[in-house]
């Protein structure tokens, strides 16, 4: 009885390891790669449309972008209505597809041209099919004299986001403020699980609101600089410790900008994973393609299949 639980035990253990080293990550959308820095996609519930940030070179720049999805091909991307000389990053898309939240600098109204400092911003509209209204500021008590970044929701709306502020544990740290039915409560920051002195940032949700998926910067456990981690929550609704996702996905380089695909269970996110190695070319064209390709230590978004809710 013992030797057959000890066989059980493992092939269970080698079919987790080959599972672990045959996830693929990939390129998410080819039709991207051509750009420099690409980063935050977020994907409509029905899979027809998605949204990301466009960078400039040295990321001085940001613009949001959007892609539309006919007879299974994608379209080139075009910028929002609202680009203007002002930073636009981070979008995410309610569930219901009528708001998209983004962060912005830019002013609160048009008697001033100076960029303030970041705020979670919303456009709507009453569907797919009608244009996207002007630049709402979500206001307080959510948005603060301090930078907020990354907003995502769960399906009861209830908001999690970046807030760069003093009150904090550390630099960013990860805050969630509750839907009332009317409007955003006081945000919350989230437990020490979650939290440190250190980097916490870039935070995804799911839609039960039961695991987070989150970047923590050059921690003892991570594989170099910012790694992803899921922590999921306890009997009680508490936090528990995160889990680092692994060296599939994580790397030496910065990974980002989570995005969870729960549907189709497959997990979306930035990366500046870099493959560039020195090497012999034949010509001009060679090179070109050798060092424009994904993993250039650019931002590229990527895709693996795994499922999470487990």
Same mark, same amino acid.
């Given at each position: 009885m013992k030797k057959t639980q000890i066989i059980t035990f493992f092939l269970a253990i080698t079919s987790l390891i080959n599972a672990q080293q045959e996830q693929t990550i990939e390129i998410a959308f080819p039709i991207l790669n051509q750009?420099? +820095? %690409?980063?935050? %996609?977020?994907? &409509?519930t029905d899979g027809s449309e998605a949204y990301f940030t466009i960078q400039s070179p040295a990321?001085?720049?940001s613009q949001i &972008?959007? %892609?539309?999805?006919? +007879? +299974?091909n994608w379209s080139e991307p075009q910028l929002l209505s609202c680009s203007d000389q002002y930073n636009y990053l981070e979008p995410f898309l309610s569930s219901d597809q009528k708001r998209l939240y983004f962060v912005s600098d830019r002013p609160l109204n048009k008697t001033t041209t100076e960029k303030k400092d970041f705020d979670i911003w919303y456009l709507e509209r009453q569907n797919k099919k009608n244009p996207w209204s002007e630049p709402i500021n979500l206001g307080s008590p959510v948005n603060t004299t301090q930078n907020e970044f990354y907003p995502t929701l769960a399906d009861n709306n209830n908001l999690y986001f970046t807030l760069d502020s003093p009150s904090g544990l550390g630099k960013d740290d990860i805050y969630y403020s509750k839907w009332n039915g009317t409007a955003y409560e006081t945000p919350e920051l989230l437990n020490q699980n979650i939290n440190s002195s250190g980097y916490e940032f870039n935070a995804f949700i799911s839609k039960n609101e039961d695991f987070l998926i989150y970047t923590k910067y050059n921690t003892p456990d991570g594989f170099g600089s910012g790694d992803l981690y899921i922590a999921r929550k306890d009997n009680q609704g508490q936090w528990q410790t995160p889990t680092n996702l692994g060296k599939n996905i994580n790397t030496k380089y910065m990974e980002y900008c989570p995005f969870y695909d729960q549907a189709n269970q497959t997990l979306y996110f930035t990366s500046k994973r870099n493959n560039i190695t020195p090497k012999q070319f034949k010509n001009f064209k060679e090179y070109q393609q050798y060092i424009l390709q994904s993993h250039n230590g650019l931002s590229k978004i990527y895709k693996t299949k795994t499922n999470l809710t487990e």
């Amino acid at each position: 009885m013992k030797k057959t639980q000890i066989i059980t035990f493992f092939l269970a253990i080698t079919s987790l390891i080959n599972a672990q080293q045959e996830q693929t990550i990939e390129i998410a959308f080819p039709i991207l790669n051509q750009y420099t +820095n %690409i980063r935050d %996609i977020n994907i &409509a519930t029905d899979g027809s449309e998605a949204y990301f940030t466009i960078q400039s070179p040295a990321g001085e720049l940001s613009q949001i &972008a959007y %892609i539309k999805k006919t +007879n +299974n091909n994608w379209s080139e991307p075009q910028l929002l209505s609202c680009s203007d000389q002002y930073n636009y990053l981070e979008p995410f898309l309610s569930s219901d597809q009528k708001r998209l939240y983004f962060v912005s600098d830019r002013p609160l109204n048009k008697t001033t041209t100076e960029k303030k400092d970041f705020d979670i911003w919303y456009l709507e509209r009453q569907n797919k099919k009608n244009p996207w209204s002007e630049p709402i500021n979500l206001g307080s008590p959510v948005n603060t004299t301090q930078n907020e970044f990354y907003p995502t929701l769960a399906d009861n709306n209830n908001l999690y986001f970046t807030l760069d502020s003093p009150s904090g544990l550390g630099k960013d740290d990860i805050y969630y403020s509750k839907w009332n039915g009317t409007a955003y409560e006081t945000p919350e920051l989230l437990n020490q699980n979650i939290n440190s002195s250190g980097y916490e940032f870039n935070a995804f949700i799911s839609k039960n609101e039961d695991f987070l998926i989150y970047t923590k910067y050059n921690t003892p456990d991570g594989f170099g600089s910012g790694d992803l981690y899921i922590a999921r929550k306890d009997n009680q609704g508490q936090w528990q410790t995160p889990t680092n996702l692994g060296k599939n996905i994580n790397t030496k380089y910065m990974e980002y900008c989570p995005f969870y695909d729960q549907a189709n269970q497959t997990l979306y996110f930035t990366s500046k994973r870099n493959n560039i190695t020195p090497k012999q070319f034949k010509n001009f064209k060679e090179y070109q393609q050798y060092i424009l390709q994904s993993h250039n230590g650019l931002s590229k978004i990527y895709k693996t299949k795994t499922n999470l809710t487990e």
